[in-house]
């Protein structure tokens, strides 16, 4: 019997993509070589659009040569970006969870680096970035004031059909270290429709990073040390006092799993959301960087799969 | 209670779910669409042949409430056409409505536009379906009548592709197979060339289309028969349908019109250009499936290894009816089938030996022939239906083919069957 899987890119302009080709479609029975149909239906049929496309992939991403419009040395080593890019593009990575890849003008591809959108302006056609330099990929980055784009991809977050359904809900998100910067497009997202309380942790920052975005917002801010025990205590108590029925944890996958485990102890059916920490490299589901073993999937590729949150955290922080 | 879950709400589903609630069950329907009947809101032909024995074994065992509506819905009675003898064409613009209101009135649970995903299985029993937007239900028994057809990715693996049929894929979702969710392998329907599944045969033009005068005639008399151009007949595309008993010379030859509320194409897949070129049809327009001249859905690419008292093998709690259970052909078909899965479904849940249809009547040999032919390699090429082709040469062979009403009634008497779907067990 086959586990289907979701595939964020499954009816978008760039369906069907490479995979299509080499016949490892994530979503796609046919084109992963089964004789009949089985698939996570997302509303539209990926093998008939294969099909019509003279059984080729549609096109590509492309790699955008961008202007940094500003650099911001927020504090030590962490830097806001404002880049301009096409209306075109700032529209499509408005979409939560959107992320892009980044390089310096002049380093070869192998030095792209996925970043979390954390705003994005559709109408003047830019975009903000936040990140800390940590390694030779991230040193890189805004030596000149080019930098190259490859774009948009959208699996920044895992837990999106939790997030798609939030009406009228008490949302609880928890936001630690430059993770913070993927939240503010979830906050935008969600703050009509539903009751929500920030909990952001520094982490290993000197500030707070998203709190001048959040100005004029109807959010209760709490500020914890979310690895504390006492930062642990007050967020059961949040989750206990506010009915929280929907969490977004934004920060590491040790984060992720105590923040699942406080959960579980109160109410496992609270919805979760989190960041996607996969390791990505090519964003396409080709080059395996991002691939983690699950039991009953085998195989899956991080960049581009929508996976259960509970069930990636248990795999990879044991084997951390 | 029993709770008993029917997965599929087309002619075989509504059947299932309505001897289940006789027999005492607390019956839920699943429909995938916004809509009951599922091919039989664009089907329409009843008591051809030897339907007409089938429809009466089923009245008489006590499953008459569908058949009555048929009846009473029928815009033309006793029609004969190429091949086909006695016939009666419902109204498919009447039927849908009045069969939910039928089901409603019997207190039987319907939930449309939801679509079954999956299933929970312990041990070799399944605990629940899981419905598309996530939520779960709970059953006793379980009746699979999803068909056979589609969805759009194998109607363009082994077919034209989508051509936009009633059952409307892209809106509502695929079916998906139950039993292969149990992890049960699916049978394969064949073509004589070998390759999988079947076109559906028949596709719909619109009516207010025809020509005044084509119009009034089909109107009146229920058949309008035209001539194809010469150079426009193709025989070979008679290989390709599913419905064997319209695979006649004549339908090739001909254009044989019925009148069903639309006006019924027994050819499939005619290009419009060319429909065109006949005298009446010259702005005519086809009213399923909407690519009617392009292609239509493609069949049988799922049947359920069952038993003949309909439940299906390796798994203890789940019955099948319809194309589901068959390479059957036809609303008759899925009504006799899914009849038998409804009324078994009872006698399962409470241990009791599952009833098992005679030979010596059409429905019940039909069932078991069926179940002998798929195990053989030509049977994979072979379709049943009461209605013509094999089945019925077979019927009349031995002597299985009756429209005397009494004398099948008399038979089921005899047979202690009469009014057996009647019983309330629970």
Same mark, same amino acid.
């Given at each position: 019997?086959?586990?289907?899987?979701?595939?964020?890119?499954?009816?978008?302009?760039? !369906?069907?993509?490479?995979?299509?080709?080499?016949?490892?479609?994530?979503?796609?029975?046919?084109?992963?070589?089964?004789?009949?149909?089985? #698939?996570?239906?997302?509303?539209?049929?990926?093998?008939?659009?294969?099909?019509?496309?003279?059984?080729?992939?549609?096109?590509?991403?492309?790699?955008?040569?961008?202007?940094?419009?500003?650099?911001?040395?927020?504090?030590?080593?962490?830097?806001?970006?404002?880049?301009?890019?096409?209306?075109?593009?700032?529209?499509?990575?408005?979409?939560?969870?959107?992320?892009?890849?980044?390089?310096?003008?002049?380093?070869?591809?192998?030095?792209?680096?996925?970043?979390?959108?954390?705003?994005?302006?559709?109408?003047?056609?830019?975009?903000?970035?936040?990140?800390?330099?940590?390694?030779?990929?991230?040193?890189?980055?805004?030596?000149?004031?080019?930098?190259?784009?490859?774009?948009?991809?959208?699996?920044?977050?895992?837990?999106?059909?939790?997030?798609?359904?939030?009406?009228?809900?008490?949302?609880?998100?928890?936001?630690?270290?430059?993770?913070?910067?993927?939240?503010?497009?979830?906050?935008?997202?969600?703050?009509?429709?539903?009751?929500?309380?920030?909990?952001?942790?520094?982490?290993?920052?000197?500030?707070?990073?998203?709190?001048?975005?959040?100005?004029?917002?109807?959010?209760?801010?709490?500020?914890?040390?979310?690895?504390?025990?006492?930062?642990?205590?007050?967020? *059961?108590?949040?989750?206990?006092?506010?009915?929280?029925?929907?969490?977004?944890?934004?920060?590491?996958?040790?984060?992720?799993?105590?923040?699942?485990?406080?959960?579980? *102890?109160?109410?496992?059916?609270?919805?979760?959301?989190?960041?996607?920490?996969?390791?990505?490299?090519?964003?396409?589901?080709?080059?395996?960087? #991002?691939?983690?073993?699950?039991?009953?999937?085998?195989?899956?590729?991080?960049?581009?799969?929508?996976?259960?949150?509970?069930?990636?955290?248990?795999?990879?922080?044991?084997?951390? | 209670?029993?709770?008993?879950?029917?997965?599929?709400?087309?002619?075989?589903?509504?059947?299932?779910?309505?001897?289940?609630?006789?027999?005492?069950? =607390?019956?839920?329907?699943?429909?995938?669409?916004?809509?009951?009947?599922?091919?039989?809101?664009?089907?329409?032909?009843?008591?051809?042949?030897?339907?007409?024995?089938?429809?009466?074994?089923?009245?008489?065992?006590?499953?008459?409430?569908?058949?009555?509506?048929?009846?009473?819905?029928?815009?033309?009675?006793?029609?004969?056409?190429?091949?086909?003898?006695?016939?009666?064409?419902?109204?498919?613009?009447?039927?849908?409505?009045?069969?939910?209101?039928?089901?409603?009135?019997?207190?039987?649970?319907?939930?449309?536009?939801?679509?079954?995903?999956?299933?929970?299985?312990?041990?070799?029993?399944?605990?629940?379906?899981?419905?598309?937007?996530?939520?779960?239900?709970?059953? =006793?028994?379980?009746?699979?009548?999803?068909?056979?057809?589609?969805?759009?990715?194998? !109607?363009?693996?082994?077919?034209?592709?989508?051509?936009?049929?009633?059952?409307?894929?892209?809106?509502?979702?695929?079916?998906?197979?139950?039993?292969?969710? #149990?992890?049960?392998?699916?049978?394969?329907?064949?073509?004589?060339?070998?390759?999988?599944?079947?076109?559906?045969?028949?596709?719909?033009?619109?009516?207010?289309?025809?020509?005044?005068?084509?119009? *009034?005639?089909?109107?009146?008399?229920?058949?309008?028969?035209?001539?194809?151009?010469?150079?426009?007949?193709?025989?070979?595309?008679?290989?390709?349908?599913?419905?064997?008993?319209?695979?006649?010379?004549?339908?090739?030859?001909?254009?044989?019109?019925?009148?069903?509320?639309?006006?019924?194409?027994?050819?499939?897949?005619?290009?419009?250009?060319?429909?065109?070129?006949?005298?009446?049809?010259?702005?005519?327009?086809?009213?399923?499936?909407?690519?009617?001249?392009?292609?239509?859905?493609?069949?049988?690419?799922?049947?359920?290894?069952?038993?003949?008292?309909?439940?299906?093998?390796?798994?203890?709690?789940?019955?099948?009816?319809?194309?589901?259970?068959?390479?059957?052909?036809?609303?008759?078909?899925?009504?006799?089938?899914?009849?038998?899965?409804?009324?078994?479904?009872?006698?399962?849940?409470?241990?009791?030996?599952?009833?098992?249809?005679?030979?010596?009547?059409?429905?019940?040999?039909?069932?078991?022939?069926?179940?002998?032919?798929?195990?053989?390699?030509?049977?994979?090429?072979?379709?049943?239906?009461?209605?013509?082709?094999?089945?019925?040469?077979?019927?009349?062979?031995?002597?299985?083919?009756?429209?005397?009403?009494?004398?099948?009634?008399?038979?089921?008497?005899?047979?202690?069957?009469?009014?057996?779907?009647?019983?309330?067990?629970?």
């Amino acid at each position: 019997m086959n586990k289907r899987l979701e595939c964020i890119d499954a009816g978008s302009e760039y !369906c069907p993509c490479y995979l299509a080709e080499t016949g490892d479609c994530i979503t796609c029975s046919i084109l992963r070589g089964k004789d009949f149909c089985d #698939c996570n239906w997302r509303g539209s049929c990926i093998y008939s659009e294969f099909v019509w496309n003279n059984h080729t992939k549609k096109d590509g991403r492309k790699i955008y040569s961008s202007k940094i419009v500003e650099k911001k040395l927020l504090s030590n080593e962490v830097y806001l970006l404002k880049i301009e890019t096409t209306k075109t593009l700032a529209r499509q990575l408005k979409q939560i969870g959107s992320y892009i890849f980044i390089r310096g003008k002049d380093m070869p591809h192998f030095f792209d680096v996925p970043m979390s959108v954390m705003e994005s302006n559709e109408k003047e056609g830019y975009i903000y970035i936040l990140y800390k330099t940590l390694g030779s990929k991230t040193k890189n980055l805004n030596l000149s004031d080019k930098i190259l784009i490859r774009g948009p991809y959208w699996n920044g977050i895992y837990g999106l059909k939790n997030i798609k359904k939030l009406q009228n809900n008490n949302c609880l998100l928890i936001a630690r270290g430059v993770a913070q910067s993927p939240t503010l497009l979830l906050i935008n997202k969600i703050i009509k429709n539903n009751s929500v309380t920030l909990i952001l942790d520094k982490g290993k920052l000197e500030d707070n990073l998203i709190l001048e975005y959040l100005k004029e917002k109807d959010i209760e801010i709490f500020f914890l040390d979310t690895m504390k025990y006492e930062g642990k205590e007050k967020i *059961k108590e949040i989750l206990i006092n506010k009915n929280i029925d929907f969490v977004f944890s934004a920060g590491s996958d040790v984060l992720h799993k105590n923040i699942i485990e406080i959960i579980d *102890k109160i109410n496992s059916n609270i919805k979760i959301a989190a960041t996607n920490n996969s390791e990505m490299c090519c964003g396409e589901g080709v080059c395996g960087s #991002c691939s983690t073993h699950l039991d009953e999937y085998g195989s899956v590729k991080g960049c581009k799969t929508q996976i259960d949150i509970r069930k990636l955290i248990k795999r990879r922080v044991n084997i951390d | 209670m029993t709770k008993v879950i029917v997965i599929g709400g087309g002619w075989a589903g509504c059947s299932a779910a309505i001897t289940a609630k006789k027999a005492g069950g =607390d019956v839920t329907i699943i429909e995938k669409t916004d809509m009951l009947l599922g091919l039989g809101n664009v089907g329409g032909i009843m008591r051809n042949n030897g339907r007409y024995t089938a429809a009466e074994e089923s009245i008489g065992l006590g499953a008459k409430e569908l058949f009555n509506i048929c009846d009473k819905n029928s815009r033309h009675k006793n029609v004969d056409f190429p091949g086909h003898k006695h016939a009666s064409l419902y109204d498919v613009n009447k039927i849908e409505p009045l069969v939910k209101k039928l089901l409603k009135d019997m207190d039987i649970k319907i939930l449309i536009c939801k679509r079954v995903i999956d299933i929970i299985k312990t041990k070799n029993k399944i605990a629940k379906v899981i419905l598309s937007d996530e939520s779960e239900l709970e059953g =006793d028994v379980f009746i699979e009548t999803t068909g056979s057809t589609g969805p759009m990715g194998n !109607c363009l693996k082994y077919g034209n592709g989508c051509a936009m049929c009633i059952l409307r894929c892209p809106s509502f979702g695929p079916r998906v197979s139950i039993t292969e969710r #149990c992890g049960i392998e699916d049978i394969l329907g064949q073509r004589n060339n070998g390759s999988y599944g079947a076109f559906s045969g028949s596709c719909k033009l619109n009516k207010e289309t025809l020509s005044c005068n084509l119009k *009034k005639r089909l109107n009146e008399e229920g058949v309008v028969i035209l001539n194809v151009p010469k150079e426009d007949v193709n025989l070979e595309k008679l290989d390709l349908k599913v419905c064997q008993q319209y695979s006649l010379r004549e339908f090739a030859e001909k254009i044989i019109l019925l009148d069903t509320g639309h006006a019924k194409l027994m050819t499939p897949f005619y290009p419009l250009d060319k429909l065109r070129k006949i005298k009446g049809l010259e702005k005519v327009k086809f009213e399923d499936p909407y690519s009617g001249g392009i292609g239509n859905s493609i069949r049988y690419l799922s049947i359920a290894p069952r038993y003949n008292n309909m439940k299906v093998k390796d798994i203890d709690n789940l019955l099948c009816g319809g194309e589901k259970s068959g390479f059957f052909v036809g609303h008759t078909e899925a009504i006799v089938t899914g009849s038998l899965a409804g009324h078994n479904s009872i006698r399962l849940s409470l241990g009791m030996p599952l009833l098992e249809l005679p030979r010596n009547l059409a429905s019940g040999d039909i069932i078991a022939y069926a179940n002998e032919e798929i195990k053989t390699k030509e049977g994979l090429k072979k379709r049943f239906t009461f209605a013509g082709s094999i089945y019925f040469d077979r019927m009349k062979k031995i002597g299985l083919y009756s429209t005397n009403k009494e004398e099948i009634k008399n038979n089921l008497l005899r047979l202690g069957l009469l009014n057996i779907y009647e019983d309330k067990i629970v």
